[in-house]
């Protein structure tokens, strides 16, 4: 039985446990989730964050090093970040005319006891100049993406310009994310259970009672993701990655599957990197480039999230926004997405600081908390998928300059 198979069987099991205990045996469910779901769930996370400094730093090390010449590197790394900016825009846009089309926050809600203690998310300009670590040990001990990112550019820059001389710390980080390459498909093997027990967990929490309650928004979420996922991301792979979006869609299937269970962009980074080189035959040094930034920077999902719940809060505390509001809610949603990690709950962070900068009650959030859960697992799945889409648009774009998958030491020898 496929991989893909195994994990996808077991989310259904753990949707299907979680909810059967949730309804008929809710103080079984208590002391499973203590003892077993919870911590099967956690171990394989943890498992898989255990590798997310190293590989960042490795992959991003390597991808730069490869593309060698820096004229190159500026060329994709601009293609890059111009894709991503261009599509979280698109993202937040759709969110935005869904959520006027349909009027998830119309009804009668009770908005007494939403109490929601904000957190402070980065500035924009704290963010830009926080770019560079004073310190890169502390960095990757804080697991603070965008330092350890800048880090391994310059260390690759200068592995790429170096040449011969760096020959044999150059092998070293190849070996390095040769190590840790395996160690992803060593640990992926659990990942069928690991998907078991955060869905199980998840799902017996939470029930269907929170989702009910919020069936419009959640819905109005999920079409707005269902559309970007389809439309924008299937028609760059066809039009610009020359790729048919079906073949896509099913080859990154198995890193879909471990973003949703994950929740978490960051974690599922090594999963996605060796489904998008293996699956979608993304050249290493591109994947090893595009694929870490996006987990750091594109947050389609998350933007797509914040469109609706800022119209959906307008809505329910009875506010209209002006047109020069909602242009400020697209612009700070996609600077904040480049402020902020791939990590769980991340969202609703950036979320706060939309919401204070049109002007509307930060508490609103606390009538989308009970199932942001399972919205943050499906944004999840869809950032990773964006991140892939770029990876393939950017393959097509750099064949006519002579992209190749020789490895980075071979590169610079020649």
Known sequence: MKLTTKIFIGLILGAAVGLALHFWAPDLFETLDAWFFNPLGT????LIKMLVVPIVFFSITLGVASLGDPKKLGRIGGKTIAFFLVTTTIAISIAISLAYLFQPGSGDFDTSGANYE????????????????TNPVQAMTEGNMLQIIAFAIFIGFALAMLGRKTEGVMKLVEQGNEIMMFLVNLIMRFAPYGAFGLLASAIGTMGLDGAAAMAAYMLVVLLALFVHLVVVYGSAVSIL??????????????????????SSSSSTLPVSMKTAQENLNVPKPISSFVQPLGATINM?????????????????????????????????????????????????IMLAMVLNQ??????????IIGIDRLLDMTR???????????????????????????????????
């Open 43 to 46: 171990i394989f996370l943890n």
């Open 118 to 133: 904000s957190q402070e998310a980065p500035g924009v300009v704290e963010t830009f100049t926080n770019i560079i670590p």
């Open 241 to 262: 990655g020359k790729m048919n979006p079906i073949k896509f869609f099913k080859g990154f299937f198995p890193a879909f599957t471990v973003g949703f269970s994950t």
């Open 300 to 348: 389609d999902g998350t933007a797509i999230m914040q469109g609706v719940a800022t119209i959906f809060i307008a809505q329910v505390y009875g506010t209209d926004l002006a047109f020069t509001q909602l242009v400020m809610v697209v612009i700070v949603a996609v600077l904040a997405s480049i402020g902020t990690a791939g990590v769980p709950g991340v969202g609703l």
């Open 358 to 367: 049109v002007a509307l009650p930060v508490e609103g959030i606390a009538l």
């Open 380 to 414: 999840t799945a869809v950032n990773i998928t964006g991140d892939a889409a770029c990876a393939v648009v950017i393959t097509e774009s750099e064949k006519k300059h002579g992209i190749s998958e020789q490895k980075p030491a071979e590169q610079i020898a020649e």
